[in-house]
């Protein structure tokens, strides 16, 4: 199916749970995130991300993390590190970029493989989510609608990703990698269809940065 006959599919979910009475909110967690992914072209909010660890078979609260987010669908995003370290994993719809302020250091990948099944691709790509990942619904925790989004190709890095979705945004997600790692993003003050500048997601390499292409 392609990304038009997609859009339309996606949109037509939305009006029948509308015709019905039923608000968004209601919407399970695939429907409300569907309707999302083509309905939001741009967005901007802030994150936390914690890695969580196991010790004697039980769970605990690792490395903390945060910043900020913006992005502009397809493909462009700006995902800022504040703590504990100030980092940058930019793309700019062609390539990816990751940049260490304290090494002064970039390293520059091509963006379709590096993101091909990643949660980047599922919350900044295309429309075309079935493509990459097969979702179902979860349940709901504490109020939040949750789905899950398996890759479907094998030499992705996660093998599950857990999204929570509240009044039609993503408010979390859980990443669980092919070792058996947990992270935990928390995603706030989100807001949808912002307006950015043209040059917005364009990367200018720092002076004096060495530059790495793997």
Do not use: H
């Not at 939305?14 to 992914?37: D, T």
């Not at 993101?115 to 349940?139: E, H, Q, R, T």
């Not at 939040?144 to 190709?153: D, R, S």
């Not at 857990?162 to 992270?183: N, T």
Request: proline share 4%.
């Amino acid at each position: 199916m392609n990304i038009i006959k997609k859009s339309v599919c996606y949109g037509a979910i939305v009006g029948g749970l509308l015709s019905l009475g039923m608000s968004i909110a209601q919407a399970s967690g695939v429907e409300q995130f569907k309707a999302f992914v083509v309905n939001t072209k741009t967005a901007k909010g802030e994150f936390v991300q914690v890695q969580m660890k196991t010790v004697n078979g039980v769970s605990k609260m690792g490395k903390t993390s945060s910043g900020t987010f913006k992005f502009a669908r397809p493909g462009k995003f700006i995902w800022t590190y504040v703590k504990p370290y100030d980092q940058v994993l930019q793309a700019d719809g062609d390539k990816l970029y990751l940049y260490d302020k304290d090494l002064n250091q970039v390293t520059i990948k091509s963006l379709g493989n590096a993101i091909a099944s990643s949660p980047a691709a599922i919350l900044f790509g295309s429309v075309d989510l079935d493509k990459n990942f097969v979702m179902k619904d979860v349940g709901v925790k504490q109020g939040v609608e949750w789905l899950e989004a398996i890759p479907k190709t094998k030499d992705s890095q996660f093998e599950t990703i857990g999204i929570g979705m509240k009044d039609g945004v993503p408010v979390g997600m859980e990443l669980r990698d092919s070792f058996g790692q947990l992270s935990i993003v928390t995603l706030k003050s989100f807001e949808k269809n912002p307006s950015f500048a043209a040059d917005q997601f364009k990367f200018v390499v720092p002076q004096g940065a060495e530059v790495l292409r793997p």
